[in-house]
């Protein structure tokens, strides 16, 4: 048996029930990892392999901590891991060892997962391609020669090429969904706050980034969900947790899906992209969904630009002196050097300008709400794209004004920190994955998962693994 072609759900009962060992568990991820992980480059910094069958022969002699328990779990780049080199792709950092857990690390230890590595990610997590100067580049299990995508590009290359059984992500704009497109996999990004930030600068006004759970089905992703929410007494806006597996199993029958495609030409699509997905409604419309197409609701440019304000703010805030220290910034790639400049540009008028936006869009969001219990968009502008670009430099002929104005169909989602499930859609004629996002209001996570969880077992996309490995 190829334990890990086995989901995280089945893997954790199996272990749970004695039907097999933790350490053979870690046993098959480590020698699969061995095997694979060389020729696409998911997994970074991992750990020695007697050290993590040691643990695992230990988990297995010990009482049950949680849903992961015994189970190798490989964490992303960007969240410091006590003890295990945390690069943040940043050769200002390159070998960094934290002294402590970040929460996510912390809750996954609690429910009993066993940290075998880091997954890639790009510099900072900026940009949707997960390249840097410290690890290289992460490729696509579907093929090769083009990007996982980012900055969860490494989390989801891994779980497409069975290197681990779930793993964790963030998303602030597209980094769990863009990914989870590219790779034909599931990536959550929950309701703002319902996994919580750390207590390390500002938690009032950074709102727009969060981590989320990925997998090869919604049932893993929700109960990953699970482990990671519920609220961080040091930091605010904190969300009560639930068991997001426990309702999964609802009818589609009667629910209602928006459907704003290339929001009136404000997106630009590849060929193909707004096709495969409209094929995926499709298969929520054979479930009992009622599906209709939607105009634009919001003007776009007013999003990118409350975007564009405060996501340049924030990084400012937190990175100026990566700009303002000569030796820093020749280490600094170009793109987060942009972001810092622009956010020091700003004045406080732009700010509120912009913060009114994104309070306008998120009552007009809430009164579509009203009338649908989902809206979709495609999870991806673009195709996986040669793994050799930093960023696609056009669409359609279209130019892309900055490094990440080719990912902007993610805005909507991220603006108001709706919860939003990237869910694979199939392949396109050249057998690339592509996905689509499906969103709700904000505490909707668990009613989103259990749509994502009807039209997966009608689908199963995830099982058609990458012909390249």
Known sequence: MDLTALGATELSARIAGGAVSARAVMAAFLDRIEAVNPKINAIVSPRPRADLLEEAAAADRAPRRGWLHGMPVAVKDLVATAGLRTTYGSPLHAEFVPEADDLVARRLKAAGAILIGKTNTPEWGHGSHSFNPVHGTTLNPYDRTRSAGGSSGGAAAALAARLVPVADGSDMMGSLRNPAAFCNVYGFRPSWGLVPQDADGDTFLATLSTEGPMGRSPEDVARLLTVLAGPNPETPFGRPAEDFAAGLDRPLAGRRIGWLADWGGAYPLEPGIAGLCEAALAV??????????????????????????????????????????PARRALTKPETLWEIEQGLGLAAADLHAASVIRSRWYAGAARLFERFDALAL????????????????????????????????????????????????????????????????TGADAAILAMGHAYHRATDWPNRRPPTL
């Not at 599906?291 to 937190?318: D, I, K, Y």
């Open 284 to 325: 929520f419309e054979a479930e009992g969904a009622v599906v209709e197409p939607l105009a634009p609701p919001f003007p776009a440019e007013e999003m990118w630009r409350s975007w564009t304000t405060l996501r340049a703010m924030l990084n400012a805030g937190a990175k100026a002196e990566l700009a303002s220290d």
């Open 378 to 441: 495609p999870a991806a502008q673009v195709w996986p794209f040669p793994a050799g670009w930093r960023w696609p430099r056009e669409i359609n002929g279209r130019p892309m004004d900055t490094y990440h104005r080719w990912m902007e169909i993610v805005v909507p989602v991220s603006l108001i920190g709706l919860p939003c499930l990237a869910l694979p859609a199939g392949f396109g004629a050249s057998g690339l994955p592509m996905g689509m996002q499906l969103f709700g209001p």
